[in-house]
């Protein structure tokens, strides 16, 4: 039965999706619209308008490159710190962290699994 509810919830979303991309497509009439100027701006105008939106796409894609270096060189940094604690063996406040597997002993633990 669960399987059933399952496959009719992908079912009905299927079909969701569907009726959203078939909404969103432009309708297309078959008569030719009466022709008009393209645009209500004039042409030079439109040229420097899609030219500064050339600049602010380049500009906007230096600034998510330079982040990504940001953020790649900052998870280095602390890549390099976990592994210089790790090193040393401190927990940061240069206490020497215990062993997990001599010194913790799990409640309830068996007698057998120790041996083993």
Avoid: S
Wanted: aromatic share 6%; charged share 30%; net charge negative.
């Amino acid at each position: 039965m669960a399987e059933f509810i399952l496959q009719l919830v992908i079912v009905v979303a299927g079909g969701i999706l569907l009726y959203l991309v078939a909404r969103t497509l432009p309708r297309l009439d078959e008569t030719d619209p009466t022709p008009g100027p393209r645009h209500m701006l004039p042409e030079w105008v439109m040229h420097y308008l899609e030219r500064a939106d050339e600049e602010l796409i380049a500009l906007f894609e230096r600034i998510v490159r330079w982040l990504r270096v940001a953020l790649m060189k900052f998870d280095n940094t602390l890549g390099e710190r976990v592994r210089k604690l790790k090193r040393n063996g401190t927990n940061g406040n240069g206490k020497g962290l215990p062993p997990l597997e001599n010194d913790v002993k799990i409640p309830g633990e068996r007698e057998e699994e120790e041996n083993a």
